[in-house]
């Protein structure tokens, strides 16, 4: 009888985010608007940062799966994840700001808790870091 072998953690932890950052990427490509009302006035051309953030998504998404590209696909998924912080901070503060808020701390205080998870989870799972998982070699009797 043959023992089943189930994926290593970080394999199943790169199928979620890739799928994710796929996901957003799509949304970001074919329906922008409400990512354009969440962009910081201060960032230029937001129309094309929009599109652009679209297409890292993808790439880095696509990225994850090749042995090649898995480490640069990660920091590059990190370093998204940092870049758009100011955009999740607006959502928040806009939402929050508004005389009826349509979604309220119960989502915008654990996303904005959640955005290190993010930069952490993309560079573990592009496998940059073992960082806490990492094994420690067994020490001498």
Known sequence: MKTRRWPE???VARAILAAAFFAAG?????TPGP??????????WPAEVIRLTGVAELFGAVGLYSPRLRRAAGMGLALY?????PANIKHAID????AQPVLGWVYHGPRLLFQPVIVWWSLW?????????RRRPASPA
């Open 81 to 85: 994840a940092v870049c758009v912080f």
């Open 26 to 30: 799509v949304l970001h490509l074919l």
């Open 9 to 11: 953690p970080r394999t």
């Open 35 to 44: 990512f354009l009302g969440i962009t910081p006035a201060w960032v230029p």
């Open 95 to 98: 939402d929050l700001g508004a």
């Open 125 to 133: 799972a592009g496998a940059v870091i073992d960082w806490p998982f």
